[in-house]
């Protein structure tokens, strides 16, 4: 049991906290502000401007790592054709093998 | 959370960045770009906390089948990292599987592993880039054939970027669905995604 528990505890320091303790207390502010905000569509509108904020996250966030990998983008031309393999096997074997497997489940 | 951006306006924002600091010598510290993350994180979980009713709801109504799609869709991406090192050689196994655990949230997995190496940071973010342009390629094409097992296909954008899609080609049984299993999708990758580094 105790061997269990440290297994646990080890695995779950591993998991970074911050990122688990952002999206809990995401998810706490909204259910908060789910249930203050008393009409429908005063809630529908802070969910879009809440969505516009995530969004624009989304490309301040992209925008960065395109300028954090330029910084780096020299050495990973250099590595030729395998960085395209290697991108085309990321993207492709996981997504193929997602639907092999989800056919396979849902069709039993 | 429908969010009407597709994958041609991210890469161009990508390519913005790539150029901006290609030309000038402006740089961005690990320690910016993770607060930026967090702050995006933060976000994701109050539109999650508000969305709360409707996820329970739609969750009722097909607890099995998405729980049966989730894990289908994490075991593929696992099983597809595996795989991938084997054929590749590299990066490291714990990196691989990261790598294909980010199951489409390129935000997320970009610039979790760009803090770690920004080789990896490339490779999870474009990896996970392409993913979402397979579903708008695919799904149509799969939607109507292997109904529901083709969800699978968008991982975690498929509660934001590729919910339209799959509602227009599925319909709205496909559509709660996806929404569903995306929305859970994204809670588990911030989990996973570090677990294995």
Known sequence: ?108 | MIEKFGASTLTLFFVAGLLTGLATDVGVSEEFLWVVLLCLIFGVGVSMGLEVDRIVSTSRKRVFQGLKLILATITGSLVGGVVTYFLLGEPALRYSLAISAGMGWYSFTGTYLAGIDPYLGFLGYLSNVLREVYTYVTYPLLGKKLRYSSISLGGATTMDTTLPVITSVGGPEAGVLAFVHGAFLTLLIPIIVPALT
């Open chain 1, 1 to 108: 049991m105790n061997y269990v528990l440290s297994k646990f505890l080890t695995i779950m320091l591993g998991v970074c906290l911050e990122v688990v303790i952002a999206l809990v207390a995401g998810m706490l502010v909204g259910l908060v502000l789910n249930k203050t905000l008393s009409s429908e569509r005063r809630n529908q509108r802070f969910t879009s401007f809440v969505g516009k904020l995530t969004l624009s996250l989304t490309y301040a966030l992209v925008f960065l790592i395109g300028l954090r990998i330029s910084q780096v983008l020299p050495d990973i031309l250099s590595r030729g054709q395998h960085v395209v393999l290697a991108l085309l096997a990321f993207s492709a074997i996981p997504t193929l093998l997602s639907l092999v497997i989800s056919y396979l489940v849902l069709r039993g």
